[in-house]
C-alpha cells in the first residue's frame, strides 16, 4: 500500500488512506455535541483523530476493526500530533488494502524467539516441568497463538509477537541470572514459571484484525485464564506434585508484584520475586523505548509526560552532540 505512514505524517499535513480502527468512543464538547474520538493504526504505530463534525451521518459508519479511508489534516494538540478528519468512510471490498500494513508488528525474527525460547526451556531436567513445556510445544493452536499474540494491547509491547518477544526477553534473562547471581534459586522453576507468567494472554487478547480484549479477557482476565490453561494442562501428567504445583500457580498470581497493579497475591516466595521483577523491568524498558521512539515532537528533548511511568523521557543518547543548557 502506497500511503502516508501514520508515525511519520509531520503536522501541517494534509493525506488520504486506508487505516485500521483501534479504538471508537463517544464523547461531548464543553458545549454538549458529539464527535467521534479516534486511534487509527497503521503497521507503524498509532495516532489519535477527531472526528468534529456530521456525527450522526459518521457514528453508524463503521466500527472498531473496521478499515477506513480518511482524508484528514494532522493538528497539533498539547505537545503532539493529533488527526483532524475531513472525510470518512468504510473501506470496500475492491479497495486495495493490505491489512498486513496497517497491524504493528514485533521488529524480532519470530522464528528465532520461539526457537531459542524452545532451547531455555530444553534445558529443564525436572521431569514434571519438561513434560508441562513440552506438552504446550505439541499444541498447534496454542504455538500459533503464541506466535501472533501482543503482550497487552496498550501498554507493553502492544503489536503481534509482541507476547512472545517480551516471554523470549524474560527467559534469557532469567537464564543468565540464577545460575550464577541467584543459585540458591530453582532453576527449572524460574525458567518455568517465567515462560508460562504471561500465557493467559492468548486467551485475553485478540489480533484479528484489531488489538482487543476477548470476552473472557474482560470478565476473567490473563491473571485467571492462564492460571486454567496451566491446571488443564498438569491434569494431564501423571502424579505432579502438590507442592510444585502451587509454587507454579503462585507464580502466575503474582507476577504484577503489587495489589495496586492487579495482583491477586504478593509474591512471597524467591523465584516468584524475580520473575515479578524481571516482567516489570521487560515491560518499563519497552514502554520507554516506544515513548521516545514514537514521539513526534522533534525539537524538544524530552518526550510529553508519560501517564504511566509518571514522567518526561530524555531522548538525546550519550553519543549525541550536546543538547541546549538550560
Not at 84 to 97: A, C, F, M, T
Request: net charge negative.
Amino acid at each position: 500500500m502506497n500511503q502516508p505512514r501514520l508515525r511519520e505524517l509531520k503536522v501541517g499535513e494534509s493525506f488520504k488512506g486506508f487505516y485500521l480502527v483501534k479504538s471508537k468512543r463517544v464523547k461531548q464538547t464543553r458545549e454538549g455535541s458529539n464527535f467521534l474520538d479516534l486511534d487509527l493504526q497503521d503497521s507503524s504505530g498509532a495516532l489519535n483523530a477527531k472526528l468534529w463534525n456530521d456525527f450522526e451521518k459518521y457514528q453508524g459508519e463503521f466500527e472498531r476493526g473496521d478499515v477506513v479511508k480518511i482524508e484528514g489534516v494532522v493538528e497539533q494538540y498539547r505537545d503532539q500530533p493529533q488527526i483532524k478528519i475531513k472525510q470518512l468512510r468504510k473501506s470496500r471490498p475492491e479497495d486495495p488494502v493490505e491489512l498486513s500494513a496497517l497491524q504493528s508488528t514485533t521488529k524480532e525474527d519470530v522464528s528465532c524467539l520461539l526457537r531459542e525460547v524452545k532451547e531455555i526451556l530444553a534445558e529443564i531436567k525436572n521431569p514434571h516441568l519438561k513434560r508441562l513445556t513440552e506438552d504446550f510445544f505439541q499444541d498447534p493452536s496454542l504455538v500459533e497463538k503464541l506466535t501472533r499474540a501482543p503482550a497487552a494491547r496498550n501498554i507493553h509491547h502492544a503489536y503481534l509477537g509482541g507476547l512472545l518477544e517480551h516471554i523470549w526477553r524474560m527467559v534469557k534473562m532469567a537464564q543468565a541470572l540464577v545460575p550464577k547471581i541467584y543459585p540458591n534459586l530453582d532453576y527449572d522453576l524460574v525458567i518455568t514459571g517465567t515462560f508460562w507468567h504471561d500465557l493467559g494472554k492468548i486467551e485475553e487478547l485478540t489480533f484479528s484484525p484489531a488489538l482487543s480484549i476477548t470476552r473472557a479477557g474482560y470478565l476473567e482476565g490473563h491473571i485467571i485464564l492462564g492460571l486454567k490453561l496451566l491446571e488443564r494442562k498438569i491434569a494431564l501428567i501423571p502424579e505432579f506434585p502438590d507442592e510444585l504445583r502451587l509454587h507454579l500457580e503462585h507464580i502466575i498470581l503474582s507476577h504484577h508484584g503489587e495489589h495496586e497493579w492487579g495482583s491477586p497475591v504478593l509474591p512471597s516466595t524467591p523465584e516468584a520475586m524475580l520473575i515479578h521483577h524481571l516482567d516489570n523491568l521487560d515491560a518499563k524498558q519497552a514502554m520507554v523505548s516506544e515513548a521516545i521512539e514514537s514521539d513526534q515532537n522533534q525539537a524538544e528533548e524530552f518526550t510529553g509526560y508519560h501517564p504511566i511511568l509518571g514522567r518526561h523521557l530524555y531522548k538525546r543518547r550519550p553519543g549525541d552532540k550536546s543538547g541546549r543548557e538550560e
